[in-house]
């Protein structure tokens, strides 16, 4: 059974870098068909995908434009798992994060992790 | 970004009703478009995807149907676990999600 594991601080201060892990189990983050990806949810900005990574030969990543001067998402073979580090963090940032695999780039998110509530505040 | 919309917005209904959810994109989607469930303080839950198709272990009273920029979600008889919101997204283009649809007791 497939499963993703989510961990990481739930309070971050403003400016400075949020950063999440994944770990993936019954699965590997090196898969040829899969895309690992993170995604969060707001009161203000609903359901919002950050961004993936994937695996074809060699590793790609795609970024929401919203973020994608402060995103970088980083698979991890060693510890099958991805992680999302966004940068010059504001109050805006507050969010449940959720990481979610895809059986395919362009596919739905049919597996999610138990999500992850992060609090920007001094 | 494709953007898309969901009505109604909220709705209520009794529990045997038949509900129907509309979403509708900006542009051509095709049939890229999933649908989820979202319980409260839980992770959202593929309910459909490729517009009509449903995904393993969901049970056959939700159905999706739709192309290009109109779809929609139909609950055939509701139960009471499918309380619930419930969210379209397409996948043609960088993911965007619906702003939801919230089911509530009438």
């Known amino acids: 059974q497939i499963q993703l594991q989510q961990s990481g601080p739930g309070l971050v201060k403003p400016s400075q870098t949020l950063s999440l892990t994944c770990a993936i189990s019954?699965?590997?983050?090196?898969?040829?068909?899969?895309?690992w990806n993170w995604i969060r949810q707001s009161p203000s900005r609903g359901l919002e995908w950050l961004g993936r990574?994937?695996?074809?030969?060699?590793?790609?990543?795609d970024y929401a434009v919203a973020v994608k001067s402060r995103i970088t998402i980083n698979p991890d073979t060693s510890k099958n798992q991805f992680s999302l580090q966004l940068s010059s963090v504001t109050p805006e940032d507050t969010a449940v994060y959720y990481c979610?695999?895809?059986?395919?780039?362009?596919?739905?998110?049919?597996?999610w992790g138990q999500g992850t509530l992060v609090t920007v505040s001094s | 970004d494709i953007q898309m919309t969901q009505s109604p917005s909220s709705l209520s209904a009794s529990v045997g009703d038949r509900v129907t959810i509309t979403c509708r994109a900006s542009q051509s989607i095709y049939t890229y478009l999933n649908w989820y469930q979202q319980k409260p303080g839980k992770a959202p839950n593929l309910l459909i995807y490729a517009a009509s198709s449903l995904q393993t272990g969901v049970p056959p009273r939700f159905s999706g149907s739709g192309s290009e920029t109109d779809f929609t979600l139909t609950i055939s008889s509701l139960q009471p676990e499918d309380f619930a919101t419930y969210y379209c997204?397409?996948?043609?283009?960088?993911?965007?999600f619906g702003p939801g649809t919230k089911v509530d007791i009438k």
């Open positions: 990574t994937y695996y074809r030969s060699k590793w790609y990543d």
């Open positions: 019954g699965d590997s983050v090196s898969s040829n068909s899969a895309a």
């Open positions: 997204q397409q996948s043609f283009r960088t993911p965007v």
């Open positions: 979610a695999k895809s059986v395919t780039v362009a596919g739905p998110f049919h597996l």
